[in-house]
Antibody, heavy 118, light 108 residues
Framework: EVQVVESGGGLVQPGGSLRLSCAAS????????MTWIRQSSGKGLERVANINQDGSEINYLDSVKGRFTISRDNAKNSLYLQMNSLKPEDTAIYYC???????????WGQGTLVTVSS | ETLLTQSPGTLSLSPGEGVTLSCRAS???????LAWYQQRPGQAPRLLIYGASTRATDIPDRFGGSGSGTDFTLTISRLEPEDFAVYYC?????????FGQGTKVEIK
């Protein structure tokens, strides 16, 4: 079964850091772009970051540039999102997903909740 | 940035009815690179359609996508109980990739 499973969310104070992980299985992970998407009641769905197969091409949402870093370990079939200098507006459910057909996304994981609050 | 506007915001329908959802882009979507997703309560979004009209794996043929340029539609021919959900469009032809705000299909 093709699936991705996120972990690492939690409650963090403004200015703090979190590292999200995404474990992939059931498909050749190193052959695919991967992406992080977040969903909040205020902003809806936003593509946070993309990474290509070998990590040489990366794109970020403007509002997270310089604060978030996407990376991957193909040997471990894992995707990561390092989030620094977190702000209350980063509060959301964070999903990881495989990128297919040039930009469609599937499957998505169940999501991990990140709450930034004092 | 390509803004996607979905309409209507909410639809109240009965099982067995058909429905057409609209997604309008603020600029032409390159190569008809548009996807549709379904999100049931408490679940992650699920890919239904990509390339504007191609059904994803295991998606029933009651779901259909069409459109090009700036105007796209998702059609559900006969609503099943499990189809009552929120539907999102997403474009990936222009950078950055963007999502619409969603259309909720609720039971009348």
């Amino acid at each position: 079964e093709v699936q991705v499973v996120e972990s690492g969310g939690g409650l963090v104070q403004p200015g703090g850091s979190l590292r999200l992980s995404c474990a992939a299985s059931g498909f050749p992970f190193s052959n695919y772009w991967m992406t992080w998407i977040r969903q909040s009641s205020g902003k809806g769905l936003e593509r946070v970051a993309n990474i290509n197969q070998d990590g040489s091409e990366i794109n970020y949402l403007d509002s997270v540039k310089g604060r978030f870093t996407i990376s991957r370990d193909n040997a471990k079939n894992s995707l990561y999102l390092q989030m620094n200098s977190l702000k209350p507006e980063d509060t959301a459910i964070y999903y990881c997903a495989r990128v297919i057909f040039m930009g469609a996304m599937g499957p998505w994981g169940q999501g991990t909740l990140v709450t930034v609050s004092s | 940035e390509t803004l996607l506007t979905q309409s209507p915001g909410t639809l109240s329908l009965s099982p067995g009815e058909g429905v057409t959802l609209s997604c309008r882009a603020s600029q032409r979507v390159s190569s008809n690179s548009l996807a549709w997703y379904q999100q049931r309560p408490g679940q992650a979004p699920r890919l239904l359609i990509y390339g504007a009209s191609t059904r994803a794996t295991d998606i029933p043929d009651r779901f259909g996508g069409s459109g090009s340029g700036t105007d796209f539609t998702l059609t559900i021919s006969r609503l099943e109980p499990e189809d009552f959900a929120v539907y999102y469009c997403q474009q990936y032809g222009n950078s950055p990739w963007t999502f619409g705000q969603g259309t909720k299909v609720e039971i009348k």
